[in-house]
């Protein structure tokens, strides 16, 4: 390419990067570490919770499920150099309520899973400013469906011991009453733009 061509192209990437209004889009090797997270997230807690209801039942899971979640997010966020979590319009753990890009995003979800999109690939995302430190952070979501093995804790039967269990820990429970394909929430993560 020859200095102008290539002055022109590198014009209108950093045209497209910034966006008209300011926005940044992430690389997709930063987007695809934050995709990478959330797959490891979900599968080593699906792990978790299939183990410990073979193990002790859906009840006793309950308790693995309050321990394993926070431990399982700390180790893949280290590992990924991310930090990821969970959280939903309705709760069970008020730790994990959404902020309000959150809850938009999850409104968001809900509507296009409403309007017949494909839940298992919905996500979305953005790129903030950290105020303090000036550093340019991706926000991404994965939106989490409800499968089947979910029910047993957030569906609308649920069984008294496991009700029992839940009431112990989880006085505000909110996270009940879903069905299979209903949002149950998403994964969230934050990450600083490495590109
Ligand atoms: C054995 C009971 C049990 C089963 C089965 C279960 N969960 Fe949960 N779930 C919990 C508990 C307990 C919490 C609260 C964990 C905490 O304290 O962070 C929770 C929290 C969550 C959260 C975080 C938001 C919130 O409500 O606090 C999401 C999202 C979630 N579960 C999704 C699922 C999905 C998806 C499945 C099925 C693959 C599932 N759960 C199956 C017990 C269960």
Not at 55 to 79: H, L, N
Not at 106 to 114: G, I, K
Not at 158 to 163: L, T
């Amino acid at each position: 390419m020859d200095l102008p061509v290539r002055l022109a192209s590198s014009l209108l990437c950093a045209a497209l990067l910034a966006g008209c209004d300011g926005s940044v889009e992430p690389s997709e090797a930063d987007l695809a570490n934050a995709r990478a997270a959330t797959q490891e997230f979900g599968a080593e807690l699906k792990g978790h919770l299939v183990a410990a209801i073979k193990a002790s039942g859906p009840q006793g899971a309950v308790g693995v499920c309050k321990i394993a979640a926070p431990a399982v997010a700390e180790d893949v966020s280290d590992r990924q150099g991310v930090s990821i979590a969970r959280t939903s319009l309705k709760v069970r753990n008020p730790g994990n309520a959404p902020d309000e890009w959150e809850r938009k995003v999850l409104e968001d979800f809900v509507a296009r899973n409403d309007s017949g999109e494909d839940a298992t690939r919905m996500e979305s995302w953005t790129v903030t400013k950290d105020k303090a430190t000036g550093v340019q952070v991706l926000r991404y979501m994965k939106a989490i469906p409800t499968q089947k093995v979910c029910t047993l804790c957030h569906g609308k039967a649920i069984s008294e011991p496991v009700r029992e269990a839940l009431a112990a820990d989880y006085p505000d429970d909110r996270a009940t009453g879903f069905e299979v394909g209903d949002i149950r929430g998403a994964f969230t993560v934050k990450m600083a733009l490495t590109q």
